[in-house]
């Protein structure tokens, strides 16, 4: 029976043995060398903050026990508050509702533009346009230049002493009140800077992915009389499907991230609170660590199918 | 002949077709716009850095009468945050640049290597766990890991240096690189008689080093660039980019905004002297990498 199991955990790693006898000693002593420090961090800041995060969804605090500790409760207290939160009637500046109004208008207000953007610039710099040269690095730019700055410089440009206050001065047509400051423009004014910073998109994703293309096909094409609009929608754009495929994934995993420096914009004043910022108020600066749990759990539980639908659909139109 | 058809093959796509359309004119004109009011932005930033407080508040738009170059001397002696100079922030921002790429890169370059070349029981597991990870989005989770980081010891230490050790794994990039390495190059070196160690240091990780270098470039500006992480986890070490965040908050009212802005350029200084000068390793790595399709 022994004899047995040693044949069979043998067979088994039979099929692992891609390196000669003398190494084979050595190669699993390696392999656990040079995976150990990843499998731990995964298991501490993946699968063990996940699991506690699960954990503080139900929990309640409750008050604070004879040696000054916190005490909990099983309960789904932080769902309710959810609940009540969300079918709330009157309006709060400050909650998740507004939250995700906001994140959701810049969501969709920012990839309305940098999705058709992304693709323009991409098919232009894929057909190599004037200007290629420069313009493929200077776009790169945004991603380089640090967020506090460009923050820093496209504050002090519509404050209310700022340059396009100046401006409108100058022009003749009076002070531009403080476009960060007020709830009708505040918004705006953090789309525009994200529309500012994120432009190009994911120019260089999907111009790399053009560029793969078989010369052979567009030559072929060409022949045939193919105009611009038919040689990107009807040839390259089927062609590159993988990538739109990833990139619309990571659109909508990222439909409850989308928020732009609100910190360094608004600090969250003007209703421009959004899920991102939410967090940072809940956690950071109001300690509170059950509620923003349950939240993500509820936003989890939203996104994840919505994900896998969306691969599906996407899989779906690749294989049509 | 044989030149000729080499040259012909390599010929990327897309490289035909007339220059001048309404289209490349219309975009053209638009990429130019934007890229106007990029650099447009920075230019006032630094003819700002050259006025005076009071000048600057009396006229944004105009040139400074003065050109006060002496402002980026004053922003070394008046920028401080959290009672850090700007020395000590500086400081900061290199350590906080330089160790978790490298921390980052090295662990990732050890795991991805062997999942690159190794055939071990568990292998298939992982990368179904990295599979997972890519498409299935956990929303939420910053208060545990935030529980954690301070249960660990890690918040407000350079301990948070842990949280940059590389996923389970490694990076599909690092991956990628050491798949095109050839394996025989290793098989030559064992059969001289080097361990598995030997042939990652010594031979599969040099020839990794380009792609390598090129992660660790983008990594470091984004550290370099990242305000957030030490505003959560590091007050007390505060780089140069939270550092000018505080000192707009500190001063508010009082802000010397020629001062703030001459301090800011000196920020971008690093990211963009490191991107020029990489430029070409970025661009390859991102325009050859990405994903098939």
Same mark, same amino acid.
């Given at each position: 029976?022994?004899?047995?199991?040693?044949?069979?955990?043998?067979?088994?790693?039979?099929?692992?043995?891609?390196?000669?006898?003398?190494?084979?000693?050595?190669?699993?002593?390696?392999?656990?060398?040079?995976?150990?420090?990843?499998?731990?961090?995964?298991?501490?800041?993946?699968?063990?903050?996940?699991?506690?995060?699960?954990?503080?969804?139900?929990?309640?605090?409750?008050?604070?026990?004879?040696?000054?500790?916190?005490?909990?409760?099983?309960?789904?207290?932080?769902?309710?508050?959810?609940?009540?939160?969300?079918?709330?009637?009157?309006?709060?500046?400050?909650?998740?509702?507004?939250?995700?109004?906001?994140?959701?208008?810049?969501?969709?207000?920012?990839?309305?533009?940098?999705?058709?953007?992304?693709?323009?610039?991409?098919?232009?710099?894929?057909?190599?346009?004037?200007?290629?040269?420069?313009?493929?690095?200077?776009?790169?730019?945004?991603?380089?230049?640090?967020?506090?700055?460009?923050?820093?410089?496209?504050?002090?440009?519509?404050?209310?002493?700022?340059?396009? $206050? !100046?401006?409108?001065?100058? &022009?003749?047509?009076?002070?531009?009140?403080?476009? /960060? #400051?007020?709830? =009708?423009?505040?918004?705006?004014?953090?789309?525009?800077?994200?529309?500012?910073?994120?432009?190009?998109?994911?120019?260089?994703?999907?111009?790399?992915?053009?560029?793969?293309?078989?010369?052979?096909?567009?030559?072929?094409?060409?022949?045939?009389?193919?105009?611009?609009?038919?040689?990107?929608?009807?040839?390259?754009?089927?062609?590159?499907?993988?990538?739109?495929?990833?990139?619309?994934?990571?659109?909508?995993?990222?439909?409850?991230?989308?928020?732009?420096?609100?910190?360094?914009?608004?600090?969250?004043?003007?209703?421009?609170?959004?899920?991102?910022?939410?967090?940072?108020?809940?956690?950071?600066?109001?300690?509170?660590?059950?509620?923003? $749990? !349950?939240?993500?759990?509820? &936003?989890?539980?939203?996104?994840?199918?919505?994900? /896998? #639908?969306?691969? =599906?659909?996407?899989?779906?139109?690749?294989?049509? | 002949?044989?030149?000729?058809?080499?040259?012909?093959?390599?010929?990327?796509?897309?490289?035909?077709?007339?220059?001048?359309?309404?289209?490349?004119?219309?975009?053209?004109?638009?990429?130019?716009?934007?890229?106007?009011?990029?650099?447009?932005?920075?230019?006032?930033?630094?003819?700002?850095?050259?006025?005076?407080?009071?000048?600057?508040?009396?006229?944004?738009?105009?040139?400074?009468?003065?050109?006060?170059?002496?402002?980026?001397?004053?922003?070394?002696?008046?920028?401080?945050?959290?009672?850090?100079?700007?020395?000590?922030?500086?400081?900061?921002?290199?350590?906080?640049?330089?160790?978790?790429?490298?921390?980052?890169?090295?662990?990732?370059?050890?795991?991805?290597?062997?999942?690159?070349?190794?055939?071990?029981?568990?292998?298939?597991?992982?990368?179904?766990?990295?599979?997972?990870?890519?498409?299935?989005?956990?929303?939420?989770?910053?208060?545990?890991?935030?529980?954690?980081?301070?249960?660990?010891?890690?918040?407000?230490?350079?301990?948070?240096?842990?949280?940059?050790?590389?996923?389970?794994?490694?990076?599909?990039?690092?991956?990628?690189?050491?798949?095109?390495?050839?394996?025989?190059?290793?098989?030559?070196?064992?059969?001289?008689?080097?361990?598995?160690?030997?042939?990652?240091?010594?031979?599969?990780?040099?020839?990794?080093?380009?792609?390598?270098?090129?992660?660790?470039?983008?990594?470091?500006?984004?550290?370099?660039?990242?305000?957030?992480?030490?505003?959560?986890?590091?007050?007390?070490?505060?780089?140069?980019?939270?550092?000018?965040?505080?000192?707009?908050?500190?001063?508010?009212?009082?802000?010397?905004?020629?001062?703030?802005?001459?301090?800011?350029?000196?920020?971008?200084?690093?990211?963009?002297?490191?991107?020029?000068?990489?430029?070409?390793?970025?661009?390859?790595?991102?325009?050859?990498?990405?994903?098939?399709?």
């Amino acid at each position: 029976m022994r004899e047995d199991t040693k044949n069979k955990i043998k067979k088994y790693f039979e099929r692992y043995h891609d390196y000669p006898k003398p190494l084979r000693k050595g190669k699993y002593v390696f392999i656990f060398c040079m995976l150990i420090l990843t499998v731990l961090r995964w298991a501490i800041f993946y699968v063990a903050v996940n699991i506690d995060s699960f954990t503080m969804a139900f929990k309640e605090f409750t008050g604070y026990g004879p040696n000054n500790e916190s005490i909990y409760q099983w309960s789904f207290a932080n769902f309710r508050l959810f609940w009540s939160e969300m079918t709330y009637q009157g309006w709060a500046a400050q909650s998740f509702k507004a939250a995700l109004k906001n994140t959701l208008f810049l969501f969709v207000a920012g990839n309305a533009v940098t999705i058709p953007t992304t693709y323009l610039i991409s098919y232009y710099l894929y057909k190599k346009m004037p200007g290629t040269k420069h313009f493929i690095w200077i776009l790169y730019l945004p991603s380089v230049l640090s967020s506090v700055v460009m923050v820093t410089i496209f504050r002090n440009i519509v404050e209310v002493n700022g340059l396009v $206050s !100046a401006l409108s001065i100058a &022009m003749g047509k009076g002070a531009v009140t403080d476009l /960060l #400051i007020s709830e =009708k423009t505040a918004k705006w004014m953090v789309w525009c800077y994200n529309t500012w910073m994120g432009f190009p998109g994911a120019y260089v994703l999907v111009t790399a992915a053009l560029k793969r293309i078989p010369e052979e096909i567009i030559e072929s094409a060409q022949l045939d009389g193919v105009t611009p609009k038919t040689e990107f929608f009807k040839i390259l754009f089927p062609l590159i499907w993988p990538t739109v495929q990833v990139l619309l994934l990571q659109k909508v995993t990222a439909i409850l991230s989308a928020d732009g420096p609100i910190l360094l914009l608004t600090g969250g004043s003007a209703d421009t609170y959004t899920i991102g910022f939410w967090y940072y108020d809940q956690v950071i600066l109001s300690h509170s660590y059950e509620y923003p $749990s !349950a939240v993500g759990l509820l &936003m989890t539980l939203v996104i994840a199918p919505i994900a /896998l #639908i969306v691969k =599906k659909l996407t899989d779906k139109v690749e294989s049509y | 002949m044989k030149m000729e058809k080499t040259k012909k093959t390599k010929k990327q796509s897309g490289a035909v077709g007339s220059k001048w359309t309404p289209y490349s004119i219309i975009v053209g004109l638009v990429i130019l716009i934007y890229c106007a009011t990029l650099f447009g932005a920075i230019a006032w930033a630094f003819l700002t850095s050259l006025k005076g407080r009071i000048e600057y508040i009396r006229s944004p738009i105009t040139l400074p009468k003065e050109w006060l170059f002496s402002n980026y001397i004053k922003a070394f002696e008046q920028l401080s945050a959290n009672g850090n100079n700007i020395f000590v922030m500086f400081g900061n921002s290199l350590w906080l640049s330089i160790l978790p790429p490298t921390i980052n890169l090295f662990t990732s370059a050890m795991a991805s290597y062997v999942m690159a070349h190794y055939k071990f029981p568990g292998r298939n597991l992982i990368w179904s766990i990295i599979i997972f990870m890519m498409t299935m989005p956990i929303m939420g989770n910053a208060a545990a890991t935030y529980k954690m980081y301070i249960r660990l010891g890690m918040y407000n230490s350079p301990l948070i240096l842990l949280r940059n050790i590389a996923n389970l794994g490694g990076s599909l990039l690092v991956i990628a690189a050491f798949q095109g390495v050839s394996k025989t190059y290793a098989e030559a070196a064992f059969l001289d008689g080097a361990g598995h160690f030997t042939v990652f240091f010594r031979i599969m990780l040099p020839q990794a080093m380009g792609v390598l270098l090129a992660l660790w470039t983008m990594e470091f500006i984004s550290c370099w660039n990242d305000y957030m992480t030490p505003i959560m986890y590091l007050p007390d070490y505060t780089p140069i980019t939270t550092g000018l965040y505080i000192y707009q908050k500190e001063t508010e009212r009082m802000l010397n905004v020629p001062i703030l802005f001459a301090g800011s350029l000196m920020v971008l200084i690093v990211p963009v002297v490191m991107f020029t000068c990489f430029q070409d390793k970025f661009m390859n790595l991102s325009f050859g990498g990405g994903i098939k399709g």
